[in-house]
């Protein structure tokens, strides 16, 4: 056990899915894993071990921002042998051409946070995907029907941002879409010598103001899901 997560040692697969809503945890084990079982429950943080096509795979939230993302996947993949974490989350969408409920693969992942200053580099480490997972899931896409955009987005630590033009820079050197998680998944999975990877759906339009509702958010992108689960056992 550690302070976050209440299970053993083998209890959770070698892989994980982490939406940030432990709720979609919830809806992805029920409607997705054969057999799941409950293995974390400690501050409403749900995580779930079931089978998927023979597979053994987990599902667990992760909260939102990077400080929660840094402390689960921290623990998974230092005292729980978790060798990947694939991030099933959304995002709000600020490059052309990107529609809502569009797919969006995390290959990289700028940042606004200061998370990555505790690891004392001399200069700017930049958080990357695992080439084979982004293969995997574009793949996963492909045979599902989808056309995924792949490249560059924004995690950043303020939602509620003071400055309205902060985002526009973004957009103009050529990032996504922006969420909350994915520089520090990545950031941690380098550190610790695993494997990460974030595939989203645009779930609102940053400059539009169009948006789905958190119903929607919880339950109805399952097909997000269905090609993370696919990538996850290729």
């Given at each position: 056990?550690?302070?976050?997560?209440?299970?053993?040692?083998?209890?959770?697969?070698?892989?994980?899915?982490?939406?940030?809503?432990?709720?979609r945890?919830?809806?992805?084990?029920?409607?997705?894993?054969?057999?799941a079982?409950?293995?974390n429950?400690v501050?409403?943080?749900?995580?779930?071990t079931?089978n998927?096509?023979?597979?053994?795979?987990?599902?667990?939230?992760?909260?939102?921002?990077?400080?929660?993302?840094?402390?689960?996947?921290?623990?998974?993949?230092?005292?729980?042998?978790?060798?990947?974490?694939?991030?099933?989350?959304?995002?709000?969408g600020?490059?052309e051409?990107?529609?809502?409920?569009?797919?969006?693969i995390?290959?990289?992942?700028?940042?606004?946070?200061?998370?990555?200053?505790?690891?004392?580099?001399?200069?700017t480490?930049?958080p990357?995907?695992?080439?084979?997972l982004?293969?995997a899931?574009?793949?996963?896409?492909?045979q599902?029907?989808?056309?995924?955009?792949?490249?560059n987005?924004?995690?950043?630590?303020?939602?509620?941002?003071?400055?309205?033009?902060?985002?526009?820079?973004?957009?103009?050197m050529?990032?996504?879409?922006?969420e909350?998680?994915?520089?520090?998944?990545?950031?941690?999975?380098?550190?610790?010598?695993?494997?990460?990877?974030?595939?989203?759906?645009?779930?609102?339009?940053?400059?539009?103001?169009?948006?789905?509702?958190?119903?929607?958010r919880?339950?109805?992108?399952?097909?997000?899901?269905?090609?993370?689960?696919?990538?996850?056992?290729?």
């Amino acid at each position: 056990m550690t302070p976050h997560i209440e299970t053993r040692v083998g209890e959770i697969a070698k892989t994980v899915l982490m939406p940030g809503d432990p709720l979609r945890a919830k809806f992805i084990a029920a409607n997705f894993l054969e057999d799941a079982q409950q293995f974390n429950g400690v501050r409403g943080m749900l995580g779930f071990t079931g089978n998927y096509k023979g597979h053994q795979l987990s599902v667990m939230g992760s909260g939102m921002g990077i400080p929660s993302i840094g402390i689960y996947a921290h623990e998974l993949y230092e005292f729980f042998e978790v060798e990947t974490i694939i991030r099933v989350g959304t995002a709000g969408g600020i490059a052309e051409g990107i529609n809502l409920r569009d797919i969006v693969i995390a290959q990289a992942a700028c940042t606004d946070s200061n998370f990555i200053s505790q690891y004392s580099l001399n200069g700017t480490f930049a958080p990357i995907a695992d080439f084979d997972l982004i293969t995997a899931t574009v793949n996963a896409a492909k045979q599902a029907g989808k056309t995924p955009f792949v490249g560059n987005v924004l995690t950043s630590d303020v939602f509620y941002n003071d400055n309205p033009e902060a985002t526009k820079s973004w957009q103009r050197m050529g990032v996504l879409a922006v969420e909350m998680e994915a520089a520090g998944l990545y950031a941690t999975a380098a550190r610790l010598g695993k494997k990460a990877m974030a595939i989203l759906t645009i779930s609102d339009m940053v400059f539009t103001n169009e948006a789905t509702t958190s119903q929607e958010r919880q339950e109805s992108f399952t097909d997000m899901m269905k090609i993370a689960l696919e990538a996850a056992i290729s």
